[in-house]
């Protein structure tokens, strides 16, 4: 079997990849006197930004449109900017 075709060897791979990816964005931060707050991603791309409300969506969808608040945003923008309210969150504890 070649390497990387299992799904399990796959996960490994890219679980590796990730922590090397952390590890030298950690260190380059420090570098700089920057520091790096690792947040949960999850549902970052579903959470609205403006009033929290989780907004199912496809992986194909790319615009946010929320029913609760109205906000329309790009999906990407929206999640960047649930990452950096928790991000801010984590720094006030």
């Known amino acids: 079997m070649e390497m990387g075709r299992s799904r399990g060897m796959r996960k490994s791979i890219l679980d ?4 090397q990816f ?9 570098d ?8 949960s991603p999850r ?10 409300e989780i907004v199912p969506k496809a992986l194909s969808v790319r615009v ?7 906000l329309v945003m790009d999906r990407d923008e929206n999640a960047a900017l649930n990452i ?3 991000g801010l969150l984590s720094l006030r504890f």
């Open 84 to 86: 950096l309210h928790r």
């Open 32 to 39: 700089a006197g920057r520091r790096v707050i690792l947040v």
């Open 43 to 52: 549902d970052t791309t579903k959470l609205c930004s403006t009033c929290g």
């Open 16 to 19: 590796v990849a990730w922590t």
């Open 22 to 30: 952390i590890e030298m964005t950690v260190a380059k931060a420090e």
């Open 64 to 70: 946010h449109a929320c029913p609760v608040c109205g």
